[in-house]
């Protein structure tokens, strides 16, 4: 069955600072990922997708991710954080059968 | 494009009585719709799926009889939280599929529901 790990539950960076969140995925086949952002009380807001193709994918608000299938990893990256970005950030497996992981919630530091 | 909107927003309801919530996509016909539920500082939880003109799939532990959901037309879903209690209290958040792009979902704002 498909899962989605995201092991940090809350990390916190300085404004300006670079900025990694982790996601390893369990899936059988080429995997549809996805990282989606989600501000206090909102609905989710779509970042980045990966279907097939080059790994690295470029998103939206200065964000990217790299999927690595050695590592079944779909880490989230950005160079410079801003405060705006602090948020809730999930990391989800899947396309019609959609799992996410827990969430990481992010703190931005002035 | 790719909007979803969600109505209501917020709603206050006694416990026993029903509330339905709204899912429409703005801007384009989505064929599959999901509704997902979503525990204070946890994760989305699929609940259903469902397919316009055809019944929903729910998820194993989801009673159907009790969240009901339509799927009428190629723009609107509803849910239907039925004899509503105090635990199902949460917000409920919709996502739509494109019609011949199913690979992606967009996410509606969510419902906010408290059950007194």
């Known amino acids: 069955a498909q899962s989605v790990t995201q092991p940090d539950i809350h990390i916190t960076v300085s404004e300006g600072a670079s900025l990694e969140l982790r996601c390893n995925y369990s899936?059988?086949?080429?995997?549809?990922l996805f990282w989606y952002v989600q501000s206090p009380g909102q609905g989710l807001q779509l970042l980045l997708k990966y279907f097939s193709g080059d790994t690295l994918v470029q998103g939206i608000k200065g964000f990217e991710a790299e999927f690595k299938r050695s590592q079944s990893s779909f880490n989230l990256r950005k160079p410079s954080v801003h405060w705006s970005d602090a948020a809730e950030y999930f990391c989800a497996v899947g396309a019609r059968d959609m799992r996410f992981g827990a969430g990481t919630r992010l703190t931005v530091k002035p | 494009g790719a909007v979803v909107s969600q109505h209501p927003s917020r709603v206050i309801c006694k416990s026993g009585t029903s509330v339905k919530i709204e899912c429409r996509s703005l801007?384009?016909?989505?064929?599959?719709m999901f509704w997902y539920r979503q525990f204070p500082k946890q994760s989305l939880m699929l609940m259903a799926t469902s397919n316009e003109g055809s019944k929903a799939t729910y998820e194993q532990g989801v009673e159907k009889d009790k969240f009901l959901i339509n799927h009428a037309s190629l723009t609107l879903s509803t849910l239907t939280v039925t004899s509503a209690h105090p635990e199902d209290s949460s917000f409920y958040i919709c996502s739509a599929s494109e019609a011949g792009f199913t690979d992606t979902q967009y996410f509606g704002p969510g419902t906010r529901l408290t059950v007194l």
């Open positions: 899936y059988g086949a080429t995997p549809y």
């Open positions: 801007d384009f016909q989505a064929t599959t």
